[in-house]
């Protein structure tokens, strides 16, 4: 049996900039953390050693980036996690789980649809939804005047922040300018 507690760890020596206890009752999850991509594939391998499955693969385009979330779930242990990543940059690109968790291929593919998210090592990148001679920018991406923050979504509710100068750089980012 994993504890909370254990899974809390396990993420914390991986990297994690932030870690976060839930309430289940009210937000569905008990424990979140934001991981460096480069852990991702590590502590997949580890849940679902755990009996731990993939629910979902979700992304939301945010002024930081795009926040890619993972949601598990195991039939012996109570509680949803999710484990988020940050994808950067003009050509955004995060690890994929589907060499780990079959199900994760169609998730990816349609991320990468919506939003032009890579996911290196995706065994079938085509696209799921949209025409293979598709062009244009992803139809989910929006204008920069659009976003909000990722820290002004409460996404993380009360975060242990792990990185404080990461977590002040994100929430305070310098201005051109400045």
Request: include cysteine; glycine fraction near 10%; hydrophobic fraction near 45%.
């Amino acid at each position: 049996m994993t504890s909370i507690d254990s899974l809390e760890g396990r993420f914390k020596e991986a990297g994690a900039l932030v870690v976060c206890r839930h309430d289940f009752k009210r937000e569905g999850l008990v424990l979140s953390a934001l991981i460096p991509a480069n852990a991702l594939t590590e502590l997949a391998e580890g849940l679902k050693g755990d009996g731990y499955t993939l629910l979902d693969v979700s992304i939301l385009h945010a002024k930081e980036g795009f926040l890619v979330t993972y949601h598990f779930d195991s039939f012996k242990e109570p509680g949803r996690l999710a484990l988020r990543v940050l994808a950067q940059g003009d050509q955004p690109a995060v690890p994929s789980l589907a060499p780990i968790f079959d199900g994760a291929e169609w998730h990816e593919r349609e991320g990468r649809d919506f939003y032009g998210v890579a996911f290196l090592g995706n065994p079938n990148p085509m696209p799921l939804i949209l025409p293979e001679d598709f062009q244009g920018d992803p139809p989910l991406r929006k204008a920069p005047a659009a976003l909000a923050s990722i820290t002004a979504l409460g996404l993380f509710g009360k975060p242990q922040i792990l990185d404080a100068a990461w977590w002040e750089n994100l929430t305070n980012p310098v201005k051109d300018g400045d």
